[in-house]
Nanobody, 125 residues
Framework: VQLQASGGGLVQAGGSLRLSCAASGRTFAGYTVAWFRQYPGKERDFVADIKIAGNYMDIADSVKGRFSISRDNAKSTVYLQMNSLRPEDTAVYYC???????????????????WGQGTQVTVSS
């Protein structure tokens, strides 16, 4: 599966953005799809994931209550809704997909074989 991430941009603190991760080549059926973010010089951090079969999802504690993840199966797209954005949310955001991720490793980037290109999110203070 090929992934296309979009929706990043520049926003003021307190604002909102919605990132999209669209699948091409095949649908997301049977996959877990996740969002990670990466600060300069750092490894990718888990943000959220959603299992396409069923409605199981996880949100990182650092963004819980502000970010949410959802899917549109008809469009083969997963969304990351980001509200109440803070300057510390500034990062490059990546979406990833896995057919083999399990509950114990969904937050690990090594569980994901497919990655989209990053999309920059910049939050100004």
């Amino acid at each position: 599966v090929q992934l296309q991430a979009s929706g990043g941009g520049l926003v003021q603190a307190g604002g909102s953005l919605r990132l999209s991760c669209a699948a091409s080549g095949r649908t997301f059926a049977g996959y877990t799809v996740a969002w990670f973010r990466q600060y300069p010089g750092k490894e990718r951090d888990f943000v959220a994931d959603i299992k396409i079969a069923g409605n199981y999802m996880d949100i990182a504690d650092s963004v819980k209550g502000r970010f949410s993840i959802s899917r549109d199966n008809a469009k083969s797209t997963v969304y990351l809704q980001m509200n109440s954005l803070r300057p510390e949310d500034t990062a490059v955001y990546y979406c990833a997909a896995s057919r083999t991720a399990i509950r114990s490793n969904v937050a690990s980037e090594t569980a994901y074989a497919y990655w989209g290109q990053g999309t920059q999110v910049t939050v100004s203070s």
